[in-house]
């Protein structure tokens, strides 16, 4: 099987791709096979530094790159030389199975939609991510493919997230829950009243509403949102796991005492902040779309590109597409 | 100044809602004077366990009550001899100047609508909370009064929520910013790009949207949005500290190392959590009704119910009510 990984995208470009790929090759079981888009001198300086053959992967040359502010479905339609639409359009003509990028999100959504196209039943696509919780945490859907979604969308994403949280969460018969503000079927804004009577005769295991705070009980296996909850959920969890360390060293690390405390915690706090990591799970897919399609964080490592590359291997392994539109196409 | 507390709401009951009022009566500068609406054997009999004279108190006696998984408006209709009834009853007639109630939030915006009514140019009225963040935090608004919101509700929320945090964070110009999927104006769903434009008229500090990501970076004072995004928000939010440190417990105690090194930092890890804790704040107001009204928390222990009876005087105090209407009037 083979992949395309963009290079250029992501905040800290070339160096962290090249090496996020590297250690796919070297760590994973069955690696897919890279190829690397993206300007071919920049890739073989990382290469040489890392002590790498220069030929070590297939390289794409592209000359443009679309940034993260840019309005993405014009950047998408105005530059054809980038790694993204390059990428697509070659996920198109089945010269690779997918593609991992860690670029403007925007604009890897408009490309999929023009390049791919969605699946048969599938009216919007969705991105799903994994958050941590008890157990195995959990998938959200939709959480940032969409502005504004209708009902139907989130019956659609009922299925697809899981589908996806088979193949991601390895469970046989995911739960399914409706983010909501309430427990009871009748809770919720008019979106959330009638897309919980849709899911309700979905083909999967639907919970019912489940609230904010049961996100981080494993309460669900796959948590359903319109695209603009799920987006500021994202945001805020992200951030808040942020705040919380950013305060504990504020507060603990200002003491000598702390500090000491600090080191002898050392091995346990640094298995918690693994835990809890979203590098550790790799990328978010796009589902919905004819295509694997992989979005990274724009701030992720050579950890988190190599675990997104991990996701986009088992999620053709797992035949998502396929299962996806028999239950829906 | 007279205040109504209902002691018979809440996870806990009448024995630490008691509590809370002694607590405050001891412990504020200028403590309101508290009238306990709620059965008097059981308020007494806390009284007696807390070595203080029966008529500490005055109490006005109640015979129903309504749960915390009932349906609110009914409830709000059928039960009338109920705390939160009769409490908002005495709010309209004048005998209190507000009340506090950690009993069902539903029961208390519909029993505040049906007694005290909406101020002159407030559509819909919204819960107010702190978040912990960067500096001293801020207010989000709306967080579960409404289930749908129209643009019209975000402008008078982000009026209301200023007026508000002048007297909550004691700043004199909150910032005000409008919860969104992206910094840009045009941005999210269409009830966000149009709240965004008529914030942008409002007689506040309006600095543009804000993302998921900012609520704890202390970006804005005052944060707007919807009812829906702000209760699973809330919800997240409260859950995830409490997943944080169950983790740090499952993490770090389960090793000797772990456990010498908790208890070097044992006073850092308490002023740490006294910083995140929504208890120190006290309640949330309901803003946009004809009267103080403070919700609390339905958990809420001795210390958070102290901390809601000072945000009530305060509200008064600082005349939140009249600068309102003087504003959207």
């Not at 139907?152 to 299925?159: I, S």
Request: glycine share 12%; aromatic share 6%; with cysteine.
């Amino acid at each position: 099987m083979k992949l395309a990984l963009d290079v250029m995208g992501g905040d800290h470009g070339p160096p962290v791709l090249v090496r996020g790929a590297l250690r796919a090759r070297r760590e994973l079981e069955r690696p897919p096979e890279l190829v690397l888009y993206g300007v071919p001198e920049a890739i073989r300086s990382v290469l040489a530094a890392e002590g790498e053959p220069a030929d070590r992967f297939e390289i794409v040359p592209t000359t443009e790159n679309i940034t993260m502010h840019e309005p993405p479905a014009q950047a998408v339609r105005k530059k054809k030389d980038t790694p993204i639409v390059r990428a697509m359009g070659d996920v198109r003509a089945g010269a690779v199975a997918g593609v991992v990028s860690a670029g403007n999100t925007g604009a890897m959504v408009s490309a999929a939609m023009l390049y791919l196209g969605r699946l048969a039943g599938v009216q919007r696509p969705a991105i799903a991510t994994w958050f941590p919780g008890r157990g195995d945490g959990s998938i959200v859907l939709d959480v940032g493919a969409n502005a504004d979604n209708k009902p139907e969308h989130l019956f659609q994403f009922g299925v697809m997230g899981s589908l996806f949280a088979e193949a991601a969460l390895q469970r046989a018969r995911p739960r399914v829950g409706l983010l909501n503000i309430g427990e009871e079927s009748g809770k919720g804004s008019e979106l959330y009243v009638r897309a919980h009577a849709l899911l309700a005769e979905a083909p999967v295991d639907f919970i019912g509403n489940v609230e904010g705070r049961d996100i981080f009980r494993g309460k669900a296996d796959v948590i359903v949102c319109d695209g603009f909850t799920g987006n500021v959920v994202l945001k805020l969890a992200e951030s808040m796991i942020g705040f919380m360390v950013s305060r504990f060293r504020e507060s603990v690390l200002a003491s000598l005492r702390g500090k000491l405390g600090a080191l002898l915690m050392r091995r346990d706090l640094l298995r918690m902040r693994k835990d809890l990591y979203y590098a550790e799970h790799g990328g978010a897919p796009l589902l919905g779309v004819k295509g694997c399609v992989i979005i990274s964080h724009g701030a992720s490592n050579d950890l988190a590109i190599r675990n997104a590359i991990r996701m986009a291997a088992r999620f053709q392994e797992l035949r998502t597409i396929e299962k996806t539109e028999s239950l829906l196409g």
